[in-house]
């Protein structure tokens, strides 16, 4: 980001000098660990970016065939301040900015009008529906059946810690099957239909739908097994509905990425888990002393 009211001056960046590190990490990153890290190109959202800044992120993100991703229409005021910038809704105006597109995942779309949804749909804009961080912040609900039923690609996110502490897919698979059902009705996204949100839209929003997302012959055995005799998915009935009305990251007994092994029996193999959270520790740290130097 690079403007800002009330923004401190250390978080703000020079668009040339932001996008050469944007760059470079993206040459660096991109593809590594046998094509498992992708890399994406995420200006903050509309307010905190300026136009040369928008531009060069869609530029950049383009020329080099990576992801673009960024916040859009989470509350009002940030809806209301765009328009009285730029004069323009927030979807007109990150479109003409380079920021829609079938390589575009936009965070939230909370508050958007018919219009701006029929834009979604006709360029192939995924929205990230994050309704645990919309609930915490007050935003709203995201009004996600009707964004599905205009033919816009919906996934499921948690947004980042300072709004989600718990970064669950559970969490916000619960959540999208229940609170739209204040609006629509109870049965208006039913188990099947959000457990695809969380795993084959979400694959296919990144653009590898051909990798993971479903479990098919010839794709990456990224597999989490979930324990059905968990007390919250007892008695039995349809697996879906148990997973995500009853399940939460507490069920998850077992965790494949591309076939390897990374939790057996509740307990993550990869990493000594209490030098894990030293390092959690530590980061938070520095990050707070970071954010005390710069208020």
Same mark, same amino acid.
């Given at each position: 980001?690079?403007?800002?009211?009330? !923004?401190?001056?250390?978080? /703000?960046?020079?668009?040339?000098?932001?996008?050469?590190?944007?760059?470079?990490?993206?040459?660096?990153?991109?593809? $590594?660990?046998?094509?498992?890290?992708?890399?994406?190109?995420?200006?903050?959202?509309? /307010?905190?970016?300026?136009?040369?800044?928008?531009?060069?992120?869609?530029?950049?993100?383009?020329?080099?065939?990576?992801?673009?991703?960024?916040?859009?229409?989470?509350?009002?005021?940030?809806?209301?301040?765009?328009?009285? %910038? @730029?004069?323009?809704?927030?979807?007109?105006?990150?479109?003409?900015?380079?920021? !829609?597109?079938?390589?575009?995942?936009?965070?939230?779309?909370?508050?958007? $009008?018919?219009?701006? %949804?029929?834009?979604?749909?006709?360029?192939? !804009?995924?929205?990230?529906?994050?309704?645990?961080?919309?609930?915490? =912040?007050?935003?709203?609900?995201?009004?996600?059946?009707?964004? %599905?039923?205009?033919?816009?690609?919906?996934?499921?996110?948690?947004?980042?810690? #300072?709004?989600?502490?718990?970064?669950?897919?559970?969490?916000?698979?619960?959540?999208?099957?229940?609170?739209?059902? =204040?609006?629509?009705? #109870?049965?208006?996204?039913?188990?099947?239909?959000?457990?695809?949100?969380?795993?084959?839209?979400?694959?296919?929003? =990144?653009?590898?739908?051909?990798?993971?997302?479903?479990?098919?012959?010839?794709?990456?055995?990224?597999?989490?097994?979930?324990?059905?005799?968990?007390? @919250?998915? /007892?008695?039995?009935?349809?697996?879906?509905?148990?997973?995500?009305?009853?399940? @939460?990251s507490h069920s998850v007994r077992h965790v494949l990425v591309d076939g390897s092994p990374v939790v057996i029996d509740h307990k993550l193999v990869t990493t000594d888990t209490?030098?894990?959270?030293?390092?959690?520790?530590?980061?938070?740290?520095?990050?707070?002393?970071?954010?005390?130097?710069?208020?």
């Open positions: 980001m690079d403007i800002g009211d009330g !923004t401190p001056a250390a978080l /703000l960046e020079d668009p040339d000098e932001s996008l050469a590190q944007a760059e470079a990490l993206g040459r660096r990153w991109h593809g $590594e660990n046998g094509g498992r890290l992708r890399y994406a190109v995420a200006p903050r959202f509309a /307010l905190s970016c300026s136009s040369d800044l928008l531009r060069g992120c869609s530029r950049l993100a383009r020329d080099n065939g990576w992801l673009l991703q960024t916040h859009a229409s989470e509350n009002r005021d940030e809806v209301d301040a765009v328009r009285n %910038i @730029s004069g323009r809704g927030n979807i007109d105006y990150l479109d003409e900015h380079g920021l !829609t597109g079938q390589d575009v995942v936009l965070a939230h779309g909370v508050h958007l $009008e018919d219009e701006e %949804i029929r834009h979604l749909s006709a360029t192939g !804009t995924t929205i990230c529906h994050c309704p645990g961080a919309n609930l915490k =912040l007050a935003s709203g609900i995201a009004d996600v059946p009707k964004l %599905i039923e205009n033919g816009v690609r919906v996934v499921l996110g948690a947004d980042g810690p #300072p709004c989600n502490n718990r970064l669950s897919i559970f969490h916000e698979m619960s959540l999208a099957a229940t609170i739209h059902g =204040l609006r629509h009705g #109870p049965t208006v996204l039913d188990a099947w239909q959000v457990l695809g949100l969380a795993t084959r839209e979400g694959s296919a929003a =990144l653009g590898l739908a051909d990798e993971i997302g479903t479990l098919e012959t010839g794709k990456a055995a990224d597999i989490s097994i979930v324990d059905l005799e968990d007390w @919250s998915a /007892l008695p039995g009935g349809d697996p879906a509905s148990r997973v995500v009305f009853g399940c @939460s209490q030098q894990l959270k030293e390092r959690v520790n530590h980061s938070w740290i520095a990050t707070r002393r970071r954010m005390e130097e710069t208020s």
